[in-house]
């Protein structure tokens, strides 16, 4: 049992805390604990003054609702003070709400209740004389709120005049200002580009968007409103139930959700709760809860007040999306392309509807933007299904003992080199088709059209193989045989005899096409005509260094460093020899380096008809290795049509406009093929 001496040094301590953070929040924009911590120190300081009713006092957080507002702005008297509300956390708290509102009317009907989303932003009150609008202010502390008319009136969702008839001659509308998801990541990514402040979510950018001193900022935040009750109202006289005052309001002109519903007691709130948490992430704006409204005006009278809110309204929140706990250590994991993602492994929290002990770092450059250090307190953010990240670092909780993120020299799977490029936020792992975290992906990669050309060896095929052991490398896929692949899912024995005679094909290709194959970094078709073209020969690719291959033309420094490294491992050159054994061949030549500008350097080529050797896409990676451009029409500015067997009304446009006409042959010479 709590002694009074314990109680009331530990109630001094939470409102202490309390109104630091609110000051943080409210006044300086920058808070340091979610929401949910702050929730639970309001929450245990209601407790304590329950047990303790003589530890209240007028000062109390518990007898408020916001905090002193900026003193930049006017200030605001609100003659209808604007008050928060009660918040449930879970289904029994709901029930317990409509329990209280039963016995306090003292009738077993079912209530019914105006239901929304509740909205993540700021709230406002507006004011309108006659139809025009006289004023905005912020809530501020309940009573005294700041006069930000002038933001007001940037905002499009914001009638500067009312429409329609009817309205009373001073009505105020209260509502929320708030940012959408798509403004929120516009403006964050406009904020990266120029180094300035980046907010740490919606809600926050609202707030602070709202509150700048020049409208012009604020005009250019894309701030949105949603109008959910009123205060003063003079001068004529509103409908008595809840929604049908926000149905008249749309009818003059101001915004209201269109999520909101009109629900049946208490089963009724918690569907729409269920419904509103399932679809909460396809919503265009965050909601961190939803809000159930006793419809009827006179029994919301009847209800009344109690010192910081109604009893006839509650906010059932979400599962907090963002907790607080400490980063014990960093991994790092490697996907399909070879990219090493830092993950937190975190003291275990709960936090959106589940215990996290794992959050993604993104990569090195959010971990260093962050400044995230082993040992620190972070915030984790978890949305829906959406993986956790860490959002920050709680800097005023950091030990001496912290110890900065790493990234490995190796890759913690296959043990080959880590390579972050130049101007790269990602590492990636250059063990290719060598490490086994990247092997389904480059396999598919392998045997795609561009590549290889295995057709019938798609994504979930690959899959099964991978799966069933019989590949491993790109070597094993010209082992398979029709028994093997009939066995598996959906593959008959004529699937297979076809795929089997497919592969067999594919063992006759060109360097170009294997170098693309091979997946290296950076090195998309045309590179890899370039490369093929320069050196001849794959052995006088692999040993070149970076030096010689920045000397290739439209080569730059972050290609050469990507495929030198490649060739660096030894691994990789296991791979190749093993692809060899298997038969993969393609006819080499010793070429004489290219230099000065490509061969076909501004010359702008059409294809028609069927190549008899060559497909269409080899035809315009032999093109374009040589610096020329490929075309799909014929224009003036057209250099060559290349003629094919079968070709189309191409060929007759070509010769109105006089243009130069090259058949299978000549093209051959023209490659060197």
């Not at 047990?51 to 609702?65: G, I, N, Y």
Request: aromatic share 6%.
């Amino acid at each position: 049992m709590t002694s009074h001496g314990d109680a009331a040094h530990r109630v001094r301590t939470l409102r202490d805390q309390i109104n630091q953070h609110n000051y943080l929040y409210y006044v300086l924009d920058a808070p340091e604990i979610p929401d949910s911590d702050y929730d639970r120190l309001l929450r245990e300081l209601q407790t304590l003054e329950r047990q303790f009713p003589e530890l209240v006092t007028r000062d109390s957080p518990t007898q408020r609702v916001g905090a002193t507002p900026l003193a930049e702005f006017g200030q605001v008297r609100h003659e209808v003070p604007m008050l928060s509300l009660d918040n449930a956390f879970d289904e029994q708290e709901v029930r317990d709400f409509e329990r209280r509102a039963h016995e306090r009317l003292g009738t077993p009907a079912q209530l019914e209740y105006a239901a929304e989303p509740k909205l993540d932003g700021l709230a406002i009150s507006l004011v309108y004389e006659h139809g025009m609008l006289a004023r905005g202010a912020t809530r501020g502390d309940g009573t005294v709120g700041e006069d930000v008319t002038q933001n007001i009136r940037t905002i499009p969702s914001v009638p500067l005049r009312l429409i329609g008839k009817g309205f009373p001659a001073l009505l105020e509308a209260r509502g929320e200002i708030f940012m959408s998801r798509k403004s929120f990541e516009k403006l964050n990514a406009r904020a990266a580009r120029k180094n300035e402040k980046i907010f740490a979510n919606p809600r926050n950018a609202a707030a602070g968007s709202l509150r700048q001193l020049d409208a012009r900022i604020t005009a250019s935040r894309s701030l949105e409103f949603f109008a959910y009750a009123w205060g003063q109202v003079r001068g004529g006289k509103l409908p008595g139930r809840h929604s049908e005052v926000l149905a008249r309001f749309r009818d003059w002109g101001l915004r209201t959700n269109p999520e909101n519903r009109v629900v049946h007691g208490v089963d009724g709130c918690l569907q729409f709760y269920r419904q509103m948490a399932a679809k909460r992430e396809r919503l265009p704006y965050q909601i961190d809860g939803v809000v159930y409204k006793v419809d009827r005006l006179d029994l919301q009278q009847q209800l009344g007040f109690v010192a910081r809110a109604p009893r006839w309204a509650i906010a059932h929140k979400f599962p907090a999306e963002e907790a607080m706990t400490v980063l014990r250590a960093v991994e790092f994991q490697v996907g399909r392309t070879g990219a090493l993602t830092p993950v937190a492994r975190l003291e275990p929290v709960f936090v959106g509807g589940a215990t996290v002990s794992n959050a993604t770092l993104h990569n090195m450059d959010e971990v260093e933007r962050k400044d995230v250090r082993m040992g620190d307190t972070v915030i984790v953010r978890r949305a829906g299904d959406v993986i956790p990240e860490v959002v920050s670092v709680v800097l005023t909780r950091r030990p001496k003992s912290t110890r900065r993120v790493r990234l490995p020299r190796i890759c913690p799977v296959c043990g080959s080199q880590v390579l972050r490029l130049e101007g790269e936020a990602v590492a990636r792992c250059s063990g290719g088709l060598y490490c086994a975290a990247q092997r389904k992906e480059l396999i598919r990669h392998f045997a795609s059209r561009r590549a290889l050309n295995i057709e019938g060896l798609g994504e979930k095929l690959v899959e099964q193989l991978v799966d069933a052991g019989l590949v491993h490398t790109p070597a094993d896929i010209f082992r398979l045989t029709v028994p093997q692949l009939a066995d598996l899912e959906r593959m008959g024995e004529k699937s297979a005899k076809n795929l089997v005679q497919t592969i067999e094909h594919a063992r006759h290709t060109t360097l170009a096409r294997f170098l693309y194959a091979l997946g290296i970094r950076e090195v998309g078709e045309t590179t890899a005509q370039v490369l093929a073209r320069h050196f001849g020969t794959l052995e006088a690719l692999m040993k070149a260094d970076a030096t010689a291959l920045v000397q290739v033309p439209d080569v730059g420094p972050v290609v050469a460093a990507a495929v030198a490294a490649y060739f660096h491992e030894p691994h990789n050159h296991q791979v190749i020899d093993a692809l060899r054994k298997a038969g993969v061949q393609w006819p080499e030549h010793v070429s004489a380096p290219l230099t000065g500008s490509p061969p076909l350097s501004g010359k702008i080529f059409v294809l028609t008809g069927t190549l008899a050797s060559m497909t269409r896409d080899d035809a315009k990676a032999g093109i374009q290795a040589l610096g020329g451009k490929v075309s799909g029409s014929v224009s003036k500015k057209t250099d060559y049509l290349v003629v094919g067997a079968e070709p189309g009304s191409k060929l007759a446009e070509a010769r109105k406009l006089g243009i130069g006409l090259m058949d299978e042959v000549a093209f051959k010479r023209l490659l060197k093929l």
